[in-house]
């Protein structure tokens, strides 16, 4: 049973416009969620992540919203660039647990 | 740098042939963990360590063996390999607290044929 889940296996978007992406989860235990990027042959990297006390954190160009109610959360990218082309991960946690659980990542392109 | 790093980069190896993928870091983490990478199926954990010494198992452990007898080394052991087996495979440490991002190796491609 996915527990993360991102819907959209890819996603394109002209250079200097908004990215969405979207995560979704079942387990209402989850209090922390992060966001990865990932490009190829390479590791992911921390981007940004949201405590289940706030709806929202920005730091840059990167901004995630988290409505707990809907199980959801986003991250938004403005404006998007092409060196944000990767594929994103989203990540959920309960505290007190040592588990991450990832969703199954969307691929952003953008386009010059 | 602050790293975690991860040995071999790539291996192609024939099953059943004991194989080892080692993995350390350097910035005194306490919190270790391996995943696995598939199509369609994200990031998988395959096993975890708290501490030096505490391991326990992720949700796909099966053919998979780990030891932690130093803080900064992890290594990955597959005692029998199979063709399911071939996968991208990570090395991840972080602080201990969720609020915690991981810092993650640059991945080992193994190929089981």
């Known amino acids: 049973d996915q527990q993360v889940k991102q819907n959209s296996p890819s996603l394109s978007v002209q250079e200097g416009r908004i990215s969405i992406l979207n995560c979704d989860y079942t387990?209402?235990?989850?209090?922390?969620f992060l966001w990865y990027k990932k490009y190829p042959a390479e590791g992911p990297t921390f981007l940004i992540s949201i405590s289940s006390i706030k709806d929202k954190n920005e730091d840059g160009r990167f901004t995630v919203f988290l409505n707990k109610s809907a199980k959801h959360l986003s991250l938004h990218i403005v404006p998007s660039q092409p060196g944000d082309s990767a594929v994103y991960f989203c990540?959920?946690?309960?505290?007190?647990?040592?588990?991450?659980?990832f969703g199954t990542g969307t691929r952003l392109k953008v386009l010059a | 740098e602050a790293q975690v790093t991860q040995n071999p980069r790539y291996l192609i190896t024939v099953t059943g042939k004991k194989l080892t993928v080692t993995c350390s870091q350097n910035?005194?983490?306490?919190?270790m963990s391996w995943y696995r990478q598939d199509p369609g199926l994200g990031l998988r954990q395959i096993y975890y360590?708290?501490?030096?010494?505490?391991?326990d198992k992720g949700d796909v452990p099966e053919g998979y063996k780990v030891s932690r007898k130093e803080k900064r080394n992890f290594p990955l052991i597959l005692e029998s390999p199979s063709p399911n087996q071939t996968s991208l495979y990570f090395c991840?440490?972080?602080?201990?607290?969720?609020?915690?991002?991981?810092?993650f190796g640059s991945g080992t491609r193994l190929t089981v044929v």
């Open positions: 990540a959920a946690s309960s505290s007190g647990t040592y588990k991450y659980i």
């Open positions: 910035m005194n983490h306490e919190y």
């Open positions: 387990n209402s235990m989850f209090d922390y």
């Open positions: 991840a440490s972080r602080l201990t607290g969720t609020e915690y991002g991981y810092t």
């Open positions: 360590s708290m501490n030096v010494e505490v391991t």
